[in-house]
């Protein structure tokens, strides 16, 4: 079916038509506005990501469905790292003039699959034609209870820097890609398809053990320098101690330099945070009953000593090879 | 100075500092989510915008502070139609590689000048590079006591119908800019400059005036159509009772065609509303005292009777030129 025979109208009407009612959801799409309702006492959480054709994603390497999962993903992730619940999500579509029916019902089933997968429900939306690419600007809102907040900004000298899951993975499959290589299912999955740790973010908040939390999606020490600026203080970390999956050792045996991806590469949409020491043990066991690993990459310094990669033998790694001026500290 | 020179972090720094304090937002601009408290008991009301250059503006048309008061009046629009109060924006901006900064500060200078004016603070977004063209999406969060909410739905047989402000001036200077002419300032303003109606539609939602409301961004028939359809209604408006500026009269007396302007133009942002016959009094009185003249353009009718339009002589004017299968129904 092409576009124009479906209408705008008739496209919107079929979403609505597919969502389930949801609990503090008073309007969900086809009035002016969303209206709706957070449990009282809680901050509303917000954020908001442009995902564009050619920019962020390339239809040759991913399908649509993957790519309507990941643009809830990576905004829900944004929620995680505050310790939040995703509640709600606004999709806006600026579609090329010869885009399928097909096309746009993939999307938007994978963009449903992963709203109920992460517990938010689509209320609101717009859609138009776009003269360019395919565009995908995601709006999530969130909530949190107000003691619960995490921010970036309260790490402490003393603290430990934790990380979830695996780095580099993401950064590893974008460059075979780009070399024109086919990455292994692990590898592409972890690019294409992301989990954001929406469950341990939630977890980690109401157990008040973070000090300051950040999602990676710049990258570990991008990311990791957004804590120390907000926080005014320093960091060394240890490379020896960066989480590494199975296929990215292999590939690293192959090639030390790809140790860069682990530490720069971006879209790992792990949880980046830092813990007092005397919560460290409760932080284990937490990590142990929500399933999801944190590894201990080093510790949070005074702002004076700034961000600093040791290798394994205790020596730094040159800033230009950490990445860590491609966010503009420093120079 | 170019972008590349600034950066997205720079930019956005940029951006943060020259935002004031607002009562309610705990985190604003800078950490992964902006963090928000709503006044209790209040609903929360979010709509969602695309702006994309070419489909919605043109850079020849409009300069780009007028543009960017726009992208937050079409915004807030929305909110005003549900009877509420804007808080909170959001601008997501894909930038064409060859855009200046300045321009974009031009951009972000009228974005932000439209906020205070509106009384909304912007605490988020997302910036990006552009292989195309221009792209702006703008989240606009507010807030309505549970009671006052007003939605397209309530709309009774025997309410009459009223609009807020002029219709057709927006539809009038877009098509002489189409045809290459100049629109004189009152039209260009009301076409690239529009004033949302927040505090006419803030002051109905308390007064608890309006059945139903809308704002009208498709025409009037369109949004007209909106309302029947979410309250199961019709409606018959005649022709005469259109309010027409000045200026769109001097045309229509040229031209009677224009008329399917203000039936169907779009882009009036006007509000549309209707209202109990016991309660006409306290609207006029209302109207009066916020300053807005609104009109009663006819009455809500049984579901079976359809939108009809009659002309001068109280003949039904033909739907086709209405523009009312443009949306969809009947057909």
């Not at 971006?266 to 142990?288: K, M, N, Q, S, W």
């Not at 033998?313 to 990445?323: L, S, V």
Request: aromatic residues 4%; charged residues 25%.
């Amino acid at each position: 079916m092409k576009l124009a025979d479906l209408g705008e109208f008739g496209f919107i009407d079929r979403i609505a038509r597919s969502i389930p009612a949801a609990a503090g959801v008073r309007l969900g799409i086809g009035d002016d506005c969303a209206a709706l309702s957070l449990p009282p006492g809680e901050l509303l959480l917000t954020t908001t990501d442009l995902l564009i054709e050619q920019v962020h994603f390339r239809h040759d390497w991913t399908d649509l469905r993957t790519l309507g999962r990941k643009s809830v993903a990576v905004n829900v992730s944004d929620i995680a790292a505050m310790g939040g619940t995703p509640r709600h999500l606004f999709l806006g579509l600026a579609v090329p003039v010869g885009m399928s029916v097909e096309n746009l019902d993939d999307f938007v089933a994978g963009f449903l699959e992963a709203a109920r997968h992460y517990g938010a429900t689509l209320v609101g939306g717009d859609t138009c034609r776009s003269p360019g690419p395919l565009l995908i600007s995601v709006t999530a809102e969130g909530a949190v209870p107000e003691r619960e907040l995490v921010r970036r900004s309260g790490a402490r000298p003393g603290d430990a820097v934790y990380v979830s899951g695996t780095l580099g993975d993401s950064g590893l499959a974008l460059q075979l890609l780009l070399a024109g290589q086919t990455p292994e299912p692990f590898l592409a999955r972890r690019h294409h398809d992301p989990e954001a740790r929406t469950g341990l973010g939630r977890a980690l908040a109401q157990a008040a053990i973070p000090t300051a939390m950040i999602d990676i999606s710049d990258g570990l020490l991008a990311d990791l320098g957004h804590i120390l600026e907000a926080s005014q203080v320093g960091a060394t970390i240890e490379a020896a101690a960066l989480p590494l999956s199975e296929p990215f050792r292999r590939a690293l045996a192959q090639e030390s330099a790809l140790l860069d991806l682990a530490l720069a590469g971006g879209e790992d949409y792990e949880l980046l945070f830092t813990v007092p020491p005397e919560r460290e043990a409760d932080l284990a066991e937490l990590a142990r009953s929500t399933g999801v690993p944190t590894t201990r990459l080093g510790r949070i310094t005074g702002p004076k000593e700034g961000l600093i990669v040791l290798d394994r033998d205790g020596r730094p790694i040159p800033p230009r090879k950490t990445g860590y001026d491609h966010f503009g500290r420093g120079d």
